[in-house]
């Protein structure tokens, strides 16, 4: 087994150093982004406020103390998940208010994040304390920084509804986002999701399957999205762990759609100039003048 370095020994020594002469003030909720697959992952600052705060609240308390186990901390934890946020939230404030300070973390990954914690950030915020994020891993932003799609405009969708018409109405509106497209999904659910990304989205599409980030059995595949749903079915291992689906951006001509403005303009021909019709195929379409003059020539032309 090979030992560290010398020089990185000195570094994380440096690095404690360095650390234990920032400030973590009082009465404060501190956000903190725990591994989602390597423990290693976890930053130092994420281990100094963990072991500084006077309690963590934690997405499942049975995932958080095998977590605090192995960092070797007993910090106490409680209960903060989706079906208590609220009464959580309230208990928060209070002990900020004596000037403690509290961890928020979830199972894996930032909070907050398709995870507990929104509804306890807000209501600390509106209650006039400090919200501090510890930044570290997030699975979404990981797994695009190696998919090698559009990185300057994103949109997180997260996990898709359930529901089949759900599924579809919001798929509907994504159809033509010029943004990669970030979706998290379950094992038992991928399947049924990539279908219905098929479905709704331009099957020529890339996609990126990033699954079991940084775990054991991390795995990331690219394909076009009408290839999606075989290869998750080539092989039992292909549909395990937890996954990030990236879908390419949306590619929209900026040249307008004149179908509509071509059945207005042959009306509008039959009793009016060629001007005449433009200027008012420009006033129903909103489309402009100049564009329409031109297609109602090449229309008149190709009708004689």
């Not at 002469?21 to 423990?39: C, D, K, M, W």
């Not at 079991?212 to 290869?231: A, T, Y």
């Not at 009793?271 to 195929?281: F, K, M, T, Y």
Request: charged share 20%; proline share 4%.
């Amino acid at each position: 087994m090979s030992t560290p370095s010398s020089s990185l020994l000195t570094s994380l020594v440096q690095l404690t150093s360095d650390l234990e002469q920032q400030r973590f003030p009082e009465s404060a909720l501190y956000v903190v982004a725990t591994p989602i697959g390597n423990i290693a992952d976890v930053s130092l600052r994420a281990l100094k406020v963990l072991s500084l705060v006077d309690a963590i609240a934690c997405e499942d308390t049975r995932n958080t103390g095998l977590l605090m186990s192995r960092l070797g901390l007993s910090t106490p934890l409680f209960s903060a998940h989706q079906h208590n946020e609220r009464e959580s939230a309230e208990k928060i404030i209070v002990r900020l208010r004596k000037g403690e300070r509290i961890a928020l973390v979830s199972d894996a990954g930032t909070p907050a994040i398709s995870d507990p914690g929104t509804r306890i950030v807000d209501a600390v915020i509106d209650a006039g304390l400090s919200v501090i994020p510890i930044a570290g891993a997030c699975a979404g932003i990981a797994a695009l920084s190696a998919s090698g799609l559009m990185t300057d405009e994103f949109y997180f969708v997260g996990f898709l509804p359930s529901k089949t018409s759900q599924r579809a109405q919001l798929l509907s509106r994504l159809t033509s986002t010029r943004a990669t497209l970030i979706f998290y999904e379950a094992p038992h659910r991928i399947l049924e999701s990539a279908q219905a990304l098929a479905n709704a989205l331009d099957g020529t599409r890339r996609v990126v399957v990033a699954r079991e980030i940084s775990k054991l059995f991390e795995q990331i595949h690219r394909c076009q999205l009408s290839e999606l749903h075989d290869w998750l079915a080539q092989a039992p291992e292909h549909q395990k762990g937890e996954f990030v689906l990236l879908v390419e951006a949306a590619v929209v001509s900026d040249e307008p759609d004149l179908s509509e403005a071509a059945r207005v303009l042959t009306i509008l021909l039959e009793g009016n100039s060629v001007s005449q019709a433009a200027a008012l195929a420009a006033r129903i379409t909103g489309l402009k003048k100049n564009a329409l003059y031109d297609l109602a020539l090449k229309m008149q032309t190709n009708d004689e």
